[in-house]
């Protein structure tokens, strides 16, 4: 059963063969700390990218200006051709309330520390969601929110809070919450560090699902098995650049970087 | 003994009198104080507006750190100089009023850091706007978080009623103070009162302990 809608979605009806996310000459600075330095970046729809390196490496930061949590200093990020971040004469400025809504429910996400409302149980977080974001009716959330709570495995815990469940439960009703929205991509900053090693692999396989299923992907990630079978391009960002990006088996089996080698050598040490 | 307590139980009509005006003393200044205290906390920690947040700031402060006498006091005795006149009753509900609004405002602003940023993230990341944000996600949080929190310091403000004895309120250690000066059993008459006192906080902080266990998801 695929873990997306069978209706065609909005980009169904969008130009064919451009990329579906753009991300161009993307910086973001704290203060002096620069943390992103120009980086590029697209998606095609349907495509799985697995970005690696790290920590510190600017990871989240870029997951997080593309959605806008964070307001990026300077460059673009467009959606089906669609600029997201708001300019003015050039530069960077605060977007409104409503265009920043309007962007985030386009743009999925999923954090590392699951973030599920902790006075809802699994249903009421989906159904809230949806409610909240989308305006959809209670019945119709309602469904909804059974129909995704299954496809993840996790419709016998849909009455339960958070904190009744694990890491990897959480992370799943967190996945279904967002897919809930119709996201036409859905960005994943690092799902499974955060989650015991040996309930990894039942988020692993919602998201392998999800891949085959043609939902489009950005993924944070230091599981290069899961980068090397399921994603279909690999990116190295490291101190704020790309360093490295190439289809996934090669880049992460014949690496062309020294430093790309070096963290790869890092991770299968562990 | 057997005195003691038959005194004890002749006053006792009285006394529960005084002990259901000092209750009505916490119900109201606790009801104007406590919505006024959200708010005044919730703007503090969430406004942008650095003036508007060093104002509040300075309000709670001073709420806080005045004595509830003192504020007492000074509207009681102090107001009527610039014409403004309230009764006993009203100058007690002002002037706690006021305490309460800053001590509620702290709790709340506690409450609310209290509140993983993530919760606040997932609500941004999905887009869903302030208002909702503030209605189901941080308001029934903060509200568990600080319940048993507004519990004990309710308790704190029952015991404080006891000083509108000194505008001749009719509260409960007024009471115990007057069947006193009648009957000269001041001692007898204020262990009484005190115990009475006592019986209501404690229930008051066992039911704040029983709701901080229960309250927890």
């Not at chain 1, 209706?7 to 996310?21: I, N, Q, R």
Request: charged content about 15%; some cysteine.
């Amino acid at each position: 059963m695929s873990l997306l809608n069978t209706t065609p979605s909005p980009d169904a009806t969008a130009a064919p063969g451009g990329p579906l996310l753009v991300v161009d000459s993307l910086t973001k600075s704290f203060g002096d700390h620069t943390v992103l330095r120009g980086v590029d970046l697209h998606l095609d729809k349907g495509e799985v990218v697995a970005l690696i390196g790290p920590s510190g490496g600017g990871k989240s930061t870029l997951l997080r200006c593309i959605n806008q949590l964070e307001l990026p200093t300077s460059g673009q990020v467009t959606l089906d051709g669609t600029p997201l971040v708001s300019t003015r004469g050039g530069a960077v400025v605060a977007p409104s309330a409503k265009a920043l809504l309007r962007v985030r429910r386009q743009i999925g996400m999923v954090f590392q520390s699951f973030n599920l409302f902790a006075n809802m149980t699994a249903e009421q977080n989906i159904v809230f969601a949806q409610r909240a974001a989308l305006g959809t009716g209670k019945d119709e959330a309602r469904e909804r929110a059974r129909t995704l709570l299954e496809r993840v495995g996790m419709g016998h815990k849909a009455g339960s809070h958070p904190s009744q469940l694990s890491g990897g439960q959480q992370q799943r009703v967190a996945i279904a919450r967002s897919l809930a929205l119709d996201p036409r991509v859905i960005l994943f900053d690092e799902p499974t560090s955060a989650i015991d090693p040996e309930m990894r692999s039942e988020v692993l396989s919602v998201m392998r699902e999800l891949a085959e299923a043609g939902m489009t992907m950005l993924v944070s990630t230091h599981e290069m098995g899961f980068a090397k079978q399921v994603s279909d391009r690999t990116v190295f960002l490291c101190d704020g650049g790309i360093l490295e990006e190439g289809p996934s088996r090669s880049l992460l089996e014949q690496p062309t970087h020294d430093r790309t080698r070096q963290f790869l050598r890092a991770i299968a040490e562990g | 003994m057997s005195d003691f307590l038959a005194d004890s139980v002749s006053w006792l009509p009285d006394l529960l009198r005084g002990l259901g005006h000092s209750l009505w003393l916490t119900f109201v200044s606790l009801l104007l104080g406590l919505p006024l205290g959200l708010v005044l906390g919730y703007v503090t920690e969430r406004t942008t507006s650095r003036p508007l947040r060093w104002l509040l700031v300075a309000v709670i402060e001073l709420a806080r750190g005045l004595p509830a006498l003192v504020v007492l006091y000074l509207i009681y005795y102090g107001l009527p100089s610039v014409e403004v006149v309230l009764s006993a009753f009203w100058s007690i509900i002002a002037a706690f009023t006021f305490s309460n609004a800053g001590y509620v405002s702290e709790i709340v602003r506690g409450a609310i850091r209290g509140i993983p940023a993530g919760q606040l993230e997932a609500c941004q990341a999905l887009g869903i706007g302030r208002a909702r944000t503030f209605a189901s996600v941080i308001a029934p949080q903060a509200l568990r978080i600080s319940t048993p929190s507004l519990v004990g310091y309710a308790a704190i403000v029952f015991q404080s009623t006891s000083l509108a004895v000194a505008v001749a309120e009719p509260e409960l250690l007024n009471a115990a103070y007057n069947i006193g000066s009648i009957t000269f059993q001041y001692l007898q008459v204020f262990i009484v009162a005190g115990a009475l006192y006592a019986v209501v906080v404690i229930a008051a902080s066992r039911f704040a302990g029983w709701l901080a266990t229960r309250t927890q998801y």
